[in-house]
């Protein structure tokens, strides 16, 4: 009978991994965790990726599993969901968007047709930054600064509350940065806005080029 029982465990214990959804995983950095330094710090990117990144993918995997968002893409799920799954979601989509906009190659101007937009919208790219950096600072408690398009294909800046992505207003995120205290606070403290200005050193602007022409 206890061999019986053992084996039951067993079985059940299997059948809860094979149920285990892994749908998502951990972006890998497209660079060394050091190489953004020293505009972010190694230990900051370490325990921005490896922690509380990681963090969101598990949640993202135990809440759709079972449900109808399973087979949804990241997108899709924040399109439509809410509460726990939507913050959740939404922060593993910001932050897949976040680190892959960096290089440690960056900085200086983005060119072509998002330049050319960028200045039309803001009359100078120096006057986009200050703009973005202003809806960066004056976010009040934890959240994101996006810009975006809409589906005229035209540029606005947003202020995104806590795991908020501009998916869930119909806009194509463009390039994003992080105010939550866990992306900068190891580095520069309660400086919010001295973080938001070193970020555009590290921006890899044919990237977001690329999100912009898609
Ligand atoms: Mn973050």
Do not use: C
């Not at 505009?39 to 109808?68: D, M, R, W």
């Not at 998002?114 to 803001?122: D, H, M, N, V």
């Not at 005229?152 to 992080?178: M, R």
């Not at 105010?179 to 919010?192: F, I």
């Amino acid at each position: 009978m206890k061999k019986i029982i053992y084996s039951l465990i067993i079985l059940f214990t299997a059948m809860t991994i094979n149920a285990q959804n892994n749908k998502f995983t951990l972006l890998p950095l497209p660079y060394p965790a050091e190489a953004l330094e020293p505009v972010i710090s190694k230990q900051t990117v370490e325990f921005h990726h490896g922690k509380h990144l990681l963090a969101y993918v598990n949640n993202l995997n135990n809440l759709i599993n079972g449900t109808e968002y399973e087979n949804m893409t990241l997108e899709d799920i924040v399109a439509k969901s809410d509460g726990g799954l939507f913050n959740n979601a939404g922060q593993v989509l910001n932050h897949n968007l976040y680190f892959t906009q960096f290089s440690p190659d960056g900085g200086g101007e983005p060119s072509g047709e998002l330049l050319q937009s960028i200045t039309g919208q803001w009359g100078s790219f120096e006057n986009f930054k200050k703009e973005f950096e202003k809806s960066g600072v004056s976010l009040f408690g934890s959240g994101w600064v996006w810009l975006s398009k809409d589906s005229n294909g035209k540029l606005i800046i947003t202020q995104e509350p806590n795991g908020s992505n501009p998916v869930a207003k119909g806009l194509v995120p463009l390039l994003g940065f992080d105010v939550w205290e866990h992306s900068y606070y190891l580095d520069y403290q309660n400086r919010r806005a001295d973080h938001l200005s070193e970020l555009w050193k590290i921006i890899n602007w044919k990237e977001v080029e690329a999100r912009f022409e898609k």
